[in-house]
């Protein structure tokens, strides 16, 4: 079985660990829509319920994405470990908290169907992924970035295009002043 898919029956003690490598591909998550995994997800997480109505579910994810930098262009790896948790729960605990579907999907709840067997960690891993992915990566904070004019890494050397480019949106007001 895939470790995002426990079986409620592994909970006989109240809590169960989970702990395994995810491709990305389980989640949906690919090159193709923008994610650049260099290897597996690694998920390690806990389960565990009171009632056998409600299991909360609680760990972190753990992986590394490769890519350029935003403003310099550099090829860089960066690791990255996010915190996720969730709530899955069968109806009569949803029921118990008087809660309509938009409260529910707004509280990050998971319903179970009655009689279900099987939690599907899926959707949980791939919410917390995509909501933490780091839209742009950079080889570190103070990156100067490539001057626009003539393309030079601003990092390695200085140039003085930045100093004698004039912006053609600002093109006229120079010259009034220059005028003046």
Same mark, same amino acid.
């Given at each position: 079985?895939?470790? $995002?898919?426990?079986?409620? =029956?592994?909970?006989? @003690? %109240?809590? /169960?660990?989970?702990?395994?490598?995810?491709?990305?591909?389980? *989640?949906?998550?690919?090159?193709?829509?923008?994610?650049?995994?260099?290897?597996?997800?690694?998920?390690?997480?806990?389960?565990?319920?009171?009632?056998?109505?409600?299991?909360?579910?609680?760990?972190?994810?753990?992986?590394?994405?490769?890519?350029?930098?935003?403003?310099?262009?550099?090829? $860089?790896?960066?690791?990255? =470990?996010?915190?996720? @948790? %969730?709530? /899955?729960?069968?109806?009569?605990?949803?029921?118990?908290?008087? *809660?309509?579907?938009?409260?529910?999907?707004?509280?990050?709840?998971?319903?179970?169907?009655?009689?279900?067997?099987?939690?599907?960690?899926?959707?949980?891993?791939?919410?917390?992924?995509?909501?933490?992915?780091?839209?742009?990566?950079?080889?570190?904070?103070?990156?100067?970035?490539?001057?626009?004019?003539?393309?030079?890494?601003?990092?390695?050397?200085?140039?003085?295009?930045?100093?004698?480019?004039?912006?053609?949106?600002?093109?006229?007001?120079?010259?009034?002043?220059?005028?003046?």
């Amino acid at each position: 079985m895939s470790v $995002l898919k426990i079986d409620l =029956r592994d909970l006989r @003690s %109240g809590s /169960f660990r989970v702990e395994g490598n995810i491709g990305a591909s389980q *989640l949906g998550l690919s090159r193709a829509t923008g994610f650049f995994f260099t290897g597996p997800l690694v998920l390690r997480v806990r389960i565990s319920t009171t009632n056998r109505l409600t299991y909360y579910v609680s760990g972190w994810v753990s992986f590394e994405i490769s890519g350029e930098c935003a403003r310099c262009l550099k090829e $860089l790896s960066h690791e990255d =470990r996010i915190r996720i @948790s %969730g709530v /899955f729960a069968f109806p009569e605990a949803v029921a118990k908290l008087d *809660l309509t579907e938009k409260e529910v999907e707004q509280e990050g709840i998971f319903p179970l169907e009655a009689g279900q067997k099987i939690i599907d960690l899926t959707d949980l891993v791939r919410e917390s992924v995509v909501l933490e992915y780091p839209r742009f990566l950079k080889c570190t904070e103070q990156c100067k970035g490539l001057c626009p004019v003539c393309g030079c890494d601003l990092n390695e050397k200085v140039c003085n295009c930045r100093q004698n480019a004039i912006d053609p949106r600002w093109a006229k007001l120079a010259e009034l002043k220059r005028k003046g």
